[in-house]
C-alpha cells in the first residue's frame, strides 16, 4: 500500500469501502457519522495517545468527509481551503467539531424543513473539516495524504477479515 495518497483520490477510492453501510447513500448516516469520529478525534487529543492513534481517527473523519462529498456532488474539495471566521480563540479540534456541526445543522434543516443544500456552502464546509484534519495531522508530522493512505489501508484490511463492521479500533 503507498505511504500517501492525494485527497482527490482518496475520495474515489474509500468509495470502494460503502460496502457495509445498512444505509449507502444515506446522508443522514454520512452527516451522524462524520460528527461521531470528529468527537472521537477530540477524544484521543485530549489523552495522551500516539500519533498512529490519531491518525486513525483523522482518516475515519476523512472517510466520512468524502463519502458526503459524493452524495452531495460538491465536487472537488480545497483542504487548503480558509474561513473568514476568527479561529483565534479556538484550536483546530474545537474549528473541527464547529464545521461538522455547521454540515449537520444544514442537513438537519434540509430533512425538517425540506430546505436546499447549497452545493457551495456544503463543499466549502467540507473542505473546512478537510483543512482542520491537515493542521491536526500535521502537528503530529502526518500528511493529509498519509492519513488517506493510512485508512485505505485500514479499511482494506477490515474487508479482508471480514471485520468492517462493528465498533472498535482493534477489530
Not at 447513500?25 to 489523552?47: N, Q
Not at 473568514?84 to 456541526?101: K, P, R
Not at 425538517?112 to 508530522?141: F, P, W
Not at 489501508?153 to 462493528?166: F, N
Request: aromatic share 10%.
Amino acid at each position: 500500500m503507498e505511504q500517501t495518497m492525494p485527497f482527490d483520490r482518496f475520495v474515489v477510492e474509500s468509495a470502494r469501502y460503502d460496502f457495509d453501510c445498512p444505509t449507502k447513500g444515506v446522508l443522514w448516516f454520512y452527516t451522524l457519522g462524520l460528527c461521531g469520529e470528529v468527537a472521537e478525534v477530540v477524544e484521543k487529543l485530549r489523552a495522551p495517545v500516539l500519533a498512529s492513534a490519531v491518525a486513525k481517527e483523522l482518516g475515519d473523519v476523512l472517510w466520512y468527509v468524502a463519502a458526503l462529498s459524493r452524495e452531495l456532488g460538491v465536487g472537488e474539495l480545497d483542504a487548503y481551503e480558509q474561513t473568514n471566521f476568527n479561529w483565534a480563540s479556538c484550536d483546530y479540534a474545537d474549528a473541527m467539531v464547529i464545521e461538522a456541526g455547521r454540515v449537520a445543522e444544514r442537513v438537519k434543516k434540509h430533512y425538517r424543513d425540506g430546505a436546499e443544500l447549497d452545493k457551495e456552502t456544503m463543499r466549502t464546509l467540507l473542505s473546512q473539516v478537510v483543512y482542520r484534519v491537515h493542521c491536526i495531522a500535521t502537528r503530529y508530522n502526518l500528511t493529509l495524504g498519509e492519513v488517506a493512505a493510512m485508512n485505505i489501508e485500514k479499511l482494506e484490511s477490515r474487508r479482508l477479515r471480514g471485520t468492517s463492521r462493528g465498533s472498535g479500533d482493534d477489530r
